[in-house]
């Protein structure tokens, strides 16, 4: 009713044609998480990628339509075909079985005082990043905003591998022993920092292929090397941080870090877009909220677990930073070369630390 322009009116008819298959999907998601049907609700998601791309390729290749609503076709029926492997896979538990009134109350209200509070702190989650999209797609074409968006939908596809791993996790964590959390955390995090810098090493390829594929959008690749350190921030948030948080029962502060990450968000928008009008700036905003939000995160989970990681946590700033830079100053394998000798002196300074990890995987 308020949106005037057609492209996007047409974006808001097709998502919401498309929410109730979605909540659906991740109503039969979670069903075999909560099961531990992990396997099948892996072959779920990869099924789903697979239609998708099948008919992405089908209109693309093939029909030679390069147009939204072939791309919307093959999402439609990706998404509808989960749906009905989700009713077949989960077809014993989503029989109805009635308890007495009181007793589904009861349980009700438990489930929506937490579950509330882990629902705002998502929304709140994906805020961050959306503020920031939208004030980009109001201030710049639609053309700008898809480059912009093709640079976080890279970030992005490797976010899904991390993802997938935190639904593993968080039974791990849950089911340990409160005296080895704070142990096991720090192991973990040393882990996880040295898989992630040695990760932002593929952005080198990456972008050299991509420019090879999309040439038209070469120009804007130099901005992967702004987005991809959002990788680092967004992957210990959602691997690590929230998983122990929800360990831990801290719905509740989950919901005041992802608050205030927000408001950051909000701030940095309204500077770097309505007053300063800079892309450069607006795009540098996005990884700087989510710096912000692990930053503040894992101070408050350090705080719960007796640990101070301030040396680390501005190691990891300091790393991200030397990435961007080089990516930015040198459009060459120079920057490459500079990244990966801070990378090699940060595996240097703490040797002892990846000893410990490889030990450990060994044992």
């Known amino acids: 009713m308020f949106v005037s322009d057609p492209d996007k009116k047409l974006a808001l008819v097709c998502a919401i044609c498309l929410a109730p298959f979605v909540n659906f999907n991740n109503l ?8 531990n049907r992990i396997k099948e609700y892996a072959k779920l998601l990869v099924t789903e990628r697979v239609i998708f791309f099948a008919g992405v390729l089908f209109f693309l290749v093939i029909l030679g339509r390069n147009e939204f609503r072939y791309m919307y076709s093959a999402q439609v029926l990706a998404v509808v075909s989960m749906a009905a492997a ?56 639609v053309a700008t905003f898809g480059k912009v968006s093709l640079t976080l939908g890279v970030s992005n596809f490797l976010m899904v ?3 997938s791993v935190s639904v593993v996790f968080f039974p791990i964590v849950k089911r340990m022993d409160e005296g080895k959390r704070s142990e096991v955390y720090t192991v973990i995090r040393n882990a996880l920092t040295f898989l992630l810098f040695a990760g932002l090493i593929g952005y080198y390829p990456a972008r050299y292929i991509l420019s ?35 360990s831990m029962r801290k719905e509740f502060l989950m919901l005041e870090i992802n608050a205030a990450s927000v408001v950051f968000s909000l701030v940095v928008t309204v500077i770097t877009v309505g007053i300063w009008h800079n892309l450069n700036a607006a795009v540098f905003s996005i ?5 912000f939000q692990c930053v503040l995160a894992e101070y408050q989970v350090t705080k719960l677990l007796g640990l101070d990681l301030r040396k680390n946590m501005i190691e990891d700033l300091l790393m991200c930073g030397i990435f961007i830079i ?8 120079l920057c490459m070369v500079v990244y990966g000798v801070a990378y090699a002196v940060f595996v240097l300074l703490h040797r002892r630390s990846l000893q410990q990890i490889i030990g450990m995987v060994r044992r």
């Open 28 to 35: 039969c998601n979670f069903i075999m998480q909560i099961t």
């Open 86 to 141: 989700g009713v077949y896979l989960c077809r014993g538990l989503l029989v109805p079985r009635f308890d007495s009134i009181s007793s589904i109350g009861h349980e009700a209200y438990e489930d929506i005082s937490v579950g509330s509070k882990l629902m705002l702190a998502n929304i709140a989650g994906m805020l961050i990043i959306g503020i920031i999209r939208y004030g980009i797609s109001m201030g710049w074409d």
């Open 161 to 163: 591998f991390i993802n």
């Open 212 to 246: 090879l594929w999309l040439p038209k959008y070469a120009d804007s690749l130099v901005y992967m090397s702004i987005l991809f350190p959002v990788c680092v921030f967004a992957s210990k948030v959602s691997l690590l941080i929230n998983t122990y948080l929800k």
């Open 287 to 291: 990884v700087l909220s989510y710096a």
């Open 326 to 333: 080089s990516g930015w100053v040198f459009d060459s394998f």
